[in-house]
């Protein structure tokens, strides 16, 4: 099984202001999928971003945007001009393109507080 | 559009009595289908998976169970529930076909066992 980590439990910015969540992981594989996901107080799961191995490009959702690193296995997600409603948990996740069932791999999450 | 429901969203059981929780999918065929486990201030676990009727593979041995009695039907059982089985589950969904495609979730069911 792959493995993921996000190194930063809580993490905290003022209104406005950018933010960088931190995730690297472990594989041997070269052709994968890497996912932001966010859960609110809600629990509802909702993707924010994801990005393939193999574009070197990074991904960008409007105020969300990647700094993928390959060779590294970092994936950093970059929240610009935070919002209160930016609050929420978010998990790192990693999806290989071939293994069988493509199940996620997550990380365990860093809670993300907003400060007006 | 597809859906995914599932329920119950709450549940409080006693030890030791049984458990079922139902998740089904709408808008599509042969999805994959997932059971997580997420347990208060921690990440993601995946518990059962299956890519089709019937084919249920498990990633952690427990005393928990998945069953796929139809295409968009995703079932956990238990016959006895333990204190750690306490947690936030969530079911999700994904088409193979599609390896971009990241998960849908269902709306989770907060279990515990007292």
């Known amino acids: 099984a792959q493995t993921v980590t996000q190194s930063q439990p809580e993490m905290s910015v003022q209104e406005a202001e950018t933010v960088t969540l931190s995730c690297t992981y472990d594989?041997?594989?070269?052709?994968?999928?890497l996912f932001w996901y966010k859960q609110p107080p809600s629990r509802q799961m909702i993707l924010v971003i994801r990005?393939?191995?193999?574009?070197?490009q990074n991904a960008t959702e409007n105020r969300f945007s990647v700094n993928f690193q390959k060779a590294a296995k970092s994936f950093s997600l970059k929240i610009s001009d935070s919002q209160l409603g930016d609050a929420a948990m978010y998990f790192c996740?990693?999806?290989?393109?071939?293994?069988?069932?493509?199940?996620?791999?997550f990380g365990t999450g860093t809670s993300l507080t907003v400060i007006p | 559009s597809q859906t995914i429901h599932q329920w119950p969203a709450t549940l409080v059981q006693p030890v030791g009595s049984p458990l079922s929780l139902e998740c089904t999918v709408e808008?599509?065929?042969?999805?994959?289908l997932y059971w997580y486990r997420q347990a208060a201030g921690r990440g993601l676990q995946l518990l059962f998976y299956?890519?089709?009727?019937?084919?249920i593979s498990s990633e952690v041995p427990q005393n928990l169970s998945a069953s796929r009695p139809q295409d968009r039907q995703f079932i956990l059982s238990s016959k006895k529930l333990l204190l750690s089985d306490s947690g936030f589950y969530l079911c999700?969904?994904?088409?193979?076909?599609?390896?971009?495609?990241?998960?849908?979730f269902g709306s989770g069911t907060r279990l515990t066992v007292v």
């Open positions: 999700a969904w994904n088409i193979y076909a599609d390896s971009n495609y990241g998960y849908t």
């Open positions: 996740a990693y999806r290989s393109a071939w293994e069988i069932g493509n199940q996620f791999y």
């Open positions: 990005q393939e191995a193999y574009k070197q």
């Open positions: 594989t041997s594989e070269s052709d994968y999928y």
């Open positions: 299956s890519v089709g009727i019937g084919q």
């Open positions: 808008g599509t065929s042969n999805p994959n």
